[in-house]
């Protein structure tokens, strides 16, 4: 093999390590929560997405700073919204913060876009 044939190979070998030793994102996986398991994906913009069981729930949103900002969305809840968001009208926000370990969150959420309720917690802590 030539000189150059072999320094190519170094790199992209080099490049296949550093992508595979790449960290995954701090939320991707799956947490325990107040309402189940939740699995989250973090995106790379930092956008993040999740599932649950209860009433087939899915979570939107972002992070920044170490805060989860965005909606709940359900089949079905204890309240109806006014307004569909994701196709449902039951929904609320929610407001997670990720401890500085990045092994849990202590969370609050709301119905439809109302302010946030006291004893509304939703906490998590990384269960893989």
């Given at each position: 093999?030539?000189?150059?044939?072999?320094?190519?190979?170094?790199?992209?070998?080099?490049?296949?390590?550093?992508?595979?030793?790449?960290?995954?994102?701090?939320?991707?996986?799956?947490?325990?929560t107040?309402?189940?398991?939740?699995?989250?994906?973090?995106?790379?913009?930092?956008?993040?997405?999740?599932?649950?069981?209860?009433?087939?729930?899915?979570?939107?949103?972002?992070?920044?700073?170490?805060?989860?900002?965005?909606?709940?969305?359900?089949?079905?809840?204890?309240?109806?919204?006014?307004?569909?968001?994701?196709?449902?009208?039951?929904w609320?926000?929610?407001?997670?913060?990720?401890?500085?370990?990045g092994?849990?969150w202590?969370?609050?959420?709301?119905?439809?876009?109302?302010?946030?309720?006291?004893?509304?917690?939703?906490?998590?802590?990384?269960?893989?």
């Amino acid at each position: 093999m030539t000189t150059k044939t072999l320094a190519a190979l170094a790199l992209l070998s080099t490049a296949a390590l550093v992508q595979a030793a790449a960290p995954q994102k701090p939320l991707t996986g799956t947490w325990t929560t107040d309402f189940g398991s939740v699995r989250m994906i973090e995106g790379k913009q930092g956008e993040v997405s999740g599932t649950y069981d209860t009433d087939d729930g899915r979570i939107t949103g972002s992070i920044a700073n170490g805060v989860i900002s965005g909606f709940w969305v359900e089949s079905a809840s204890d309240y109806t919204c006014d307004t569909a968001r994701m196709g449902s009208r039951h929904w609320g926000r929610i407001r997670f913060e990720l401890n500085s370990a990045g092994s849990g969150w202590t969370g609050i959420w709301s119905y439809c876009d109302y302010e946030y309720i006291v004893g509304n917690v939703w906490n998590g802590k990384r269960a893989d």
